[in-house]
């Protein structure tokens, strides 16, 4: 097959992978692909910081001087990376203005995992500066457009990530989730986003945001490619004390049907908050999960409502501590002509740091001091606990739970940034899953305005491979058309 | 309580950070380093690199046990670690990974042997574990110190170093009490062999709560006092700034809750008054990092992994070798001089002997040379063979004191060293008898006096004899055939 | 609400400068999050422990085995400004 017929658009990993398995495309063509791909629309999309055109095309044809007999099953395939990952000599930015330059002098652990894998790295992604964000206007750098409509937000942080699979940047791509940053993106945006276990993933070489609730996952076309990417990055890592890895492989899903399942339809993420049009695709898929032979019950978690609360503590605090080490010492962006070190330290964080990121160290950093601390922190931290039980009395009951992704879809690009507790009170539904340390995957579930809107499906810890099962069952049947109406534009 | 002043009494309290001799750090695989080039032991983990964790070294974790255990400690079933958040440039994260509510060890206690032979115990609060800071070099001002520098240079070499903070109870009255008990902390310490306890080189630090009260009443303000490096900077250090509370109290000025630097150049203490407001640490515990869950099973094999205690060896030392409590009291302060004896008292067979030599000449040399017992130029065996040839009357005491320099300076063998020199001290009666009686024959006038009742005249015969042997002769021989030559009264 | 002084504060604590305008936005800003998240005080949970993870592990050690580290060279590679080996910072007092 002559590869100025293939269209970008009908690509999946899986299938840039059968096609290079059989000959019918090199890897330096597939990399010219999505490179073309991303000269043509990025300009409109604005999803990558950094194209590595050169590293790409070197890596590419690396890979084709290897016999197609002797490379492994991914190698050659395509992937997009958000800029939150310490990857060895590429600059590594989290949307912050104070690592502009910083080159890491070392991978990520993950970043290993799919070096050796052989895939092909195009380059860094749009991001809310340092993850902190729903909306990636965070960026220092620019605002990614959602493909679906370019005056749009795409969601956020790995607001990036998905406008990116959306467009057809990348067959793939990797982003983080801490509140629902790769979830809600995911649904804002009609593409699959998997956010594991907290622990299933190895955290080394992730620029932390909220240590006890960051997680590395997935954002991608198709369930099946959610899976096959999960596979490769997943795994217990001696660097990372909190990383388990997974039970076994999650492997391929094959599930058609929902038979036998329970399924739970979390009642306080339902309520007003829920956009009309939202609540109606989500109904719709409810009906069709029970169609499937699923069975769908309503169930209450009474404390995800103080969920935000505890998240807006709790995150903002582990958050105020782990970005202290931005102190313009060893790496990053330091002010000049500092009189002492006082000044050094201050003019070089409020230089370099944008107005969410120094809103959240000083919730935090308040919520930490003397006087504050156990009333703030400590009972974010019970909160969580309750959270941690509501579910797992859910999990006795249910297979799965299930709900909207995000209240809305996708909102104006500048509609929110005014009241930044509006922001943070539209990950109502996502939050809830990392306080808990469980798996939830974000599916497209219909379009409401010609928006895309997600459904989110919650599993119990280490569930990923059910999980994923009865993601893809829903996904076949509703055979969704996931292709945004995106003009070329030139950048 | 010892009264430090007339109506004054002093409580003193101790916080020591003891540095571990593991091969790696606390959080990462980085090797410890000594005086190697600046930041070549690092890695972006003890650097504070974007998106590194720590993990936690198991060495650490049993040396740190192992110290608790020694105190007396119990060993906390749960504990964590914590977040210490405040910002220096020695500090990469700007976090330094500890400990908080949650110790490893908790409640022990040291019994401390006084100069005047009592007994004072002092509490052990608690044990934890941290890891260290970088190094800050402190360039452009005069004396290297912070004040007056330009700018300063970090080296991160150190910054991850494996510590265990020890925290004794305000037990402590007097600046020699707090020098006993730190004596006697290292001592035991260096037992464990977990760590060099060297506080010229900062493997043992030592800081102090001091406040002062009228016996009976509440607690006075207690001030931080920093910066003692030496057994003799920390009675120094304390004396200074008891002095300099008593003086407030007593000039009606209150005592303010701060750090208190010690000078050694001048002796001083003075406050360390900085714009930076006090400390707020923003505890919390570090979610990177697993709790520790050490079961009995671990603690009791740690335990039986101890040593024998100075203080058990010191009472066996005494009960199996018949030594003087102060003597023994000295050789079991030091675990390798302590085994240094008993090598050498098992190969002589005589204990009082081996510990005066020990304590005595084999001290001398060492403290002379500044060298450890581990690193003597003479081993146990070989100053055995020494010994030998004195309770044998080849050598005399002071000949034997001789050839133990020569030892040290040739590394050679006692016995080649006295064949080389012919110091072989004469014992051989028959011989000795006939330069003694030629000796008295020729010098009728002085024999004639000795048997007259004038006893010093001994001397002088003594000292011909030994003239004629080149001191050879075996004084306690000579001192006998002299008797019997001369007769007489005396 | 809190006060300017307690902002002023905190932004001490956090190496963080605000000119006057910011330190009045983020006063009402703040204010208004804490408010929110005050809901949470007022919940009795004295018999819950707080969480720290979710997932629990206990017991996680590396071996005291010397890893390679860094060269110098890599060490200093991102260094704002480095002299000798070291990284330089303006005068501490």
């Known amino acids: 097959m002559s590869p100025h017929r293939l269209d970008v658009l009908d690509l999946t990993a899986h299938r840039c992978r059968e096609l290079l398995e059989a000959g019918d495309v090199s890897a330096t063509e597939l990399a010219r692909l999505y490179l073309h791909r991303i000269a043509a629309v990025d300009g409109a999309v604005q999803a990558y910081l950094l194209v ?76 809310d500066e340092f993850a902190m964000g729903s909306s990636t206007e965070n960026s220092a750098f620019q605002t990614t457009h959602n493909p679906w409509d370019l005056e749009r937000v795409p969601g956020g942080s790995s607001g990036g990530s998905a406008a990116c699979v959306a467009a057809a940047e990348a067959p793939w791509a990797l982003g983080t989730d801490t509140g629902g940053s790769i979830r809600q993106p995911a649904s804002l945006c009609g593409v699959v986003g998997l956010k594991p276990t907290y622990g299933a993933v190895s955290r080394y070489g992730l620029v932390a945001f909220a240590s006890s609730l960051d997680q590395i996952g997935p954002l991608t076309r198709d369930v099946k490619d959610a899976a096959a990417l999960l596979d490769i990055i997943a795994g217990r890592d001696p660097r990372d004390s909190t990383s388990i890895g997974l039970p ?20 306080e993420f339902i309520g007003e908050a829920c956009e009309p049009g939202v609540r109606e695709v989500f109904d719709s898929a409810v009906e069709m999960i029970s169609s499937l032979g699923g069975v769908c019950e309503e169930v209450s978690l009474p404390s995800v409502e103080q969920g935000i609360a505890a998240y807006y503590l709790i995150a903002p605090s582990e958050a105020s ?48 001091s003397a006087g504050y601390y156990d009333a703030y922190y400590a009972q974010a931290q019970r909160t969580r606990t309750l959270i941690i039980r509501d579910f797992a009395g859910a999990f006795d009951r249910f297979d799965f739970l299930v709900s909207p992704t995000s209240p809305s879809v996708a909102f104006k690009i500048g509609e929110k940034t005014a009241d930044p507790l509006a922001m943070y009170l539209s990950d109502l539904c996502t939050i809830p899953v990392n306080l808990a340390g469980l798996p939830g995957i974000s599916v497209p579930a219909g379009f409401s305005q010609g928006l895309p809107v997600g ?20 996904e076949q049947r509703l055979a969704l058309p996931l292709v945004p109406p995106l003009a070329e534009v030139a950048r | 309580m010892t009264l430090i002043k007339e109506g004054w009494e002093a409580v003193i309290g101790l916080e020591i950070h003891v540095q571990l001799n593991t091969r790696t750090k606390m959080f990462c695989g980085c090797e410890l380093s000594f005086g190697d080039p600046p930041n070549t032991h690092v890695c972006p983990v003890c650097l504070g690199h974007p998106g590194v964790l720590p993990v936690t070294n198991e060495k650490a974790v049993e040396y740190a046990t192992r110290i608790a255990l020694a105190l007396g400690c119990r060993i906390a079933d749960y504990t964590i670690f914590h977040r210490k958040n405040y910002f220096y440039p020695d500090l990469p994260k700007a976090y330094q990974i500890s400990q908080y509510d949650l110790p490893l060890g908790i409640g022990g206690h040291l019994d401390v ?126 004396e200074s700034e008891i002095e300099r509370q008593l003086e407030a109290l007593e000039s009606g000025e209150r005592i303010v809750q701060e750090t208190i630097h010690f000078d050694p150049a001048s002796g001083l203490v003075s ?46 030392l005494v009960a199996e070798y018949s030594l003087p409590p102060k003597d023994a009291g000295s050789l079991s302060a030091n675990k390798p001089l302590g085994d240094y004896f008993e090598a050498l008292a098992a190969a002589t067979g005589d204990a009082r002997m081996s510990a ?95 048997r007259q009742g004038r006893d010093r005249v001994l001397g002088f015969f003594v000292g011909q004899v030994m003239k004629e042997t080149k001191g050879q002769a075996n004084p306690q021989l000579v001192n006998e055939l002299l008797r019997k030559h001369l007769g007489g009264a005396g | 609400m809190i006060s300017r002084k307690e902002v002023e504060h905190v932004a001490r604590l956090a190496r963080l400068h605000f000119d006057d305008e910011e330190l009045a936005r983020l006063q009402g800003e703040l204010s208004q999050i804490i408010d929110y ?46 002299e000798r080996g070291q990284f330089v910072v303006p005068r501490i007092g």
Request: negative net charge; charged residues 25%; aromatic residues 6%.
């Open chain 1, 52 to 127: 590595d055109e050169e590293g790409a095309l070197a890596k590419a044809a690396a890979v084709d001087a290897k016999p197609r007999g002797e490379r492994l099953p991914w190698e050659g395939v395509p992937i997009g990376l958000k800029d939150i990952f310490c990857v060895k000599g590429m600059e590594t930015t989290c949307g912050s203005r104070i690592l502009k330059g910083y080159h890491p002098p070392y991978d990520a652990t993950i970043i290993g995992k799919l070096r050796a894998a052989g895939l092909v790295f195009l380059g860094k992604l749009n991001m």
């Open chain 1, 248 to 267: 076994e492989p999650v492997g391929t899903p094959s599930r058609t049907d929902l038979e036998g399942l329970r399924f739970g339809v979390i009642k």
């Open chain 1, 321 to 368: 501590s782990n970005l202290a080490r931005f102190d313009g010492v060893r790496y990053g962006h330091r002010a000049s002509g500092a009189d002492d070190l006082y000044e050094m330290y201050t003019r070089t964080r409020s230089e370099g740091f944008g107005p969410e990121v120094k809103r959240r160290i000083m919730i935090g950093t308040y919520a930490l």
């Open chain 1, 455 to 474: 459904l989110q499906i919650i599993g119990p810890h280490f569930s990923e491979k059910g999980m994923l099962g009865a993601a893809h069952a829903l």
């Open chain 2, 113 to 238: 042997e006084l100069e005047d032979g009592s007994n004072l115990r002092v509490g052990i609060t608690r044990v934890h574990m941290e890891e260290d800071a970088g190094k800050l070099v402190h360039s452009g001002g005069a004396s290297g110190r912070i004040d007056g520098a330009d700018y300063s240079l970090v080296d991160f070499n150190r910054g991850g170093t494996p510590l265990v903070e020890i925290v004794s109870e305000p037990d402590i009255s007097t600046p020699d009490q707090a020098r006993a008990f730190l004596t006697q902390l290292r001592s035991l310490v260096q037992t464990l062999e977990v760590s060099d306890v060297n506080m010229e080189e900062g493997s043992l630090r030592c800081d102090a709560n001091v406040s002062v009260r009228r016996p009976g009443a509440a607690l006075g303000t207690k001030t931080e006092l920093k910066n003692m490096n030496s057994f003799r900077f920390l009675h120094h250090g304390l």
């Open chain 2, 271 to 316: 406050s360390l008054r900085s714009k930076e407001e006090a400390h707020d640490y923003r505890y919390f515990p570090e979610p990177d990092l697993t709790p520790i869950e050490l079961d009995d099973a671990y603690v009791e094999r740690v335990r039986q992994s101890l040593p024998e205690l100075p203080a058990a060896r010191k009472e066996r």
């Open chain 2, 356 to 450: 005066n030599w020990v304590m005595g000449d084999l001290s001398g040399y060492l403290n002379a040379a500044g060298l450890e017992v581990t690193a003597s130029a003479v081993s146990a065996e070989a100053l055995a063979e020494l010994l030998r040839l004195v309770s044998e009357g080849t050598l005399s005491g002071k000949m034997a004191k001789e050839v133990l320099e020569a030892m040290i300076d040739t590394g050679k063998p006692a016995g080649d060293i006295v064949a080389e020199k012919g110091m072989g001290q004469i014992s051989d009666a028959g011989e000795l008898d006939a330069i003694v009686a030629r000796i008295v024959a020729a010098n009728p006038g002085p024999a004639e006096e000795f």
């Open chain 3, 37 to 82: 998240v005050q809901q949470l005080a007022e919940l009795d949970l004295s018999g819950l422990q707080p969480t720290s993870h979710a997932v629990a592990l206990k017991n996680v050690f590396r071996p005291d085995v010397p890893v390679q580290g860094l060269t110098q060279d890599e060490a200093m590679s991102n260094g704002p400004d480095v």
